[in-house]
């Protein structure tokens, strides 16, 4: 049985890259390629909805502890730091800094920069 030729003319191809479509077609007697450029799409218009208010972060929160021991004794730096205020008459503060000397036995504070005292360690 004989088997049919193939025809020589081989079908359209068609490519496409990127926005550009490249057609290429051949035949026996000329070679032609066409090239055309796509149009954008319109872009649609939405009515934006409000962005949903952010929730706040629970801030994160670090356990800290200082223990100072001196001479067999010791004391919690949070216990400094209220009997800081109470030696005071302080209630609230922005910012409380305690400097220790247990070698004198005595505790040094300074509450908001405008507020100086001292007081027995142990």
Same mark, same amino acid.
């Given at each position: 049985?004989?088997? %049919? !030729? /193939?025809?020589? &003319? #081989? ?5 496409? +890259? @990127?926005?550009?479509?490249?057609? *290429? ?16 799409? %319109? !872009? /649609?218009?939405? &009515? #934006? ?5 952010? +929730? @706040?972060?629970?801030?994160?929160? *670090? ?60």
């Amino acid at each position: 049985m004989a088997r %049919a !030729k /193939k025809n020589a &003319a #081989k079908p359209a191809d068609t490519e496409v +890259k @990127a926005d550009v479509v490249i057609e *290429e077609t051949v035949t026996p007697e000329t070679v032609e390629i066409k090239t055309e450029t796509k149009k954008p799409a %319109a !872009k /649609k218009t939405s &009515a #934006k909805k409000p962005a949903a208010p952010k +929730k @706040a972060a629970a801030p994160k929160t *670090e356990e800290r502890k200082v223990v100072i021991q001196f001479d067999g004794n010791e004391v919690a730096g949070t216990e400094l730091i209220d009997k800081a205020k109470a030696d005071a008459g302080i209630k609230t503060a922005k910012s409380v800094v305690v400097y220790v000397r247990p070698e004198i036995n005595k505790v040094y504070y300074v509450i908001d920069d405008n507020t100086f005292g001292n007081f027995d360690l142990f």
